[in-house]
T-cell receptor
């Protein structure tokens, strides 16, 4: 049973436009959410995180939005650049869950120039 | 600071064999976590070691085991390999590990193929 779901396996966006990656979770005990980016032949690298006490966190071109009532979070990349092309993983954790990271299956983002 | 290193990067084994993978964390990090990545499944948590003790465990069979040494280096062992064990195995290190919201830094992974 997948507790963290990324329902879009892939997304294609034009350079300069906004990329929106979505993630849904089912476990209400999750209280910390993260996005990781992964290039081929490399390990995932941490991108941005958000605590459940917030609904938005921004870091440069990257913004994560959290909607707790809908158990939904999204990552916005504005403007998208070709170097953003990678696999993006959403992850969730919670103290009640031992702080283990539970990952989604990932979304492949392709930014076309 | 050097990043997380994993050896070997690629491995080919046959069913029934056993395998040992190694992970060296970032200097000063005491927590090492292991994950399995398979297509369509994302990353699944295997276990976490902190100060040579297994502190957290995921839902994997006992064929998957690990250990951590006093220098925080960690090894993961899989015995009696099955075809379904073919995956990318990632380790991640952090200062305090899963007791906090420390950022986890991942290594490049070991690609294991079981024939």
């Amino acid at each position: 049973d997948q507790q963290v779901k990324q329902n879009s396996p892939s997304l294609s966006v034009q350079e300069g436009r906004i990329s929106i990656l979505n993630c849904d979770y089912t476990n209400s005990m999750f209280d910390y959410f993260l996005w990781y980016k992964k290039y081929p032949a490399e390990g995932p690298t941490f991108l941005i995180s958000i605590s459940s006490i917030k609904d938005k966190n921004e870091d440069g071109r990257f913004t994560v939005f959290l909607n707790k009532s809908a158990k939904h979070l999204s990552l916005h990349i504005v403007p998208s650049q070709p170097g953003d092309s990678a696999v993006y993983f959403c992850a969730a954790s919670g103290k009640e869950y031992g702080n283990k990271l539970v990952f989604g299956a990932g979304t492949i983002l392709r930014v076309k120039s | 600071k050097a990043g997380v290193t994993q050896t070997p990067r690629y491995l080919i084994k046959t069913r029934g064999q056993q395998v040992t993978l190694s992970c060296s964390p970032i200097s000063g990090h005491r927590s090492v976590s292991w994950y399995q990545q398979t297509p369509g499944q994302g990353l699944q948590f295997l276990f976490e070691y902190f100060s040579e003790t297994q502190r957290n465990k995921g839902n994997f069979p006992g064929r998957f085991s690990g250990r951590q040494f006093s220098n925080s280096r960690s090894e993961m062992n899989v015995s009696t390999l099955e075809l379904g064990d073919s995956a990318l195995y990632l380790c991640a290190s952090s200062l305090w590990g899963l007791t906090s919201t420390d950022t986890q830094y991942f290594g490049p992974g070991t690609r294991l193929t079981v024939l």
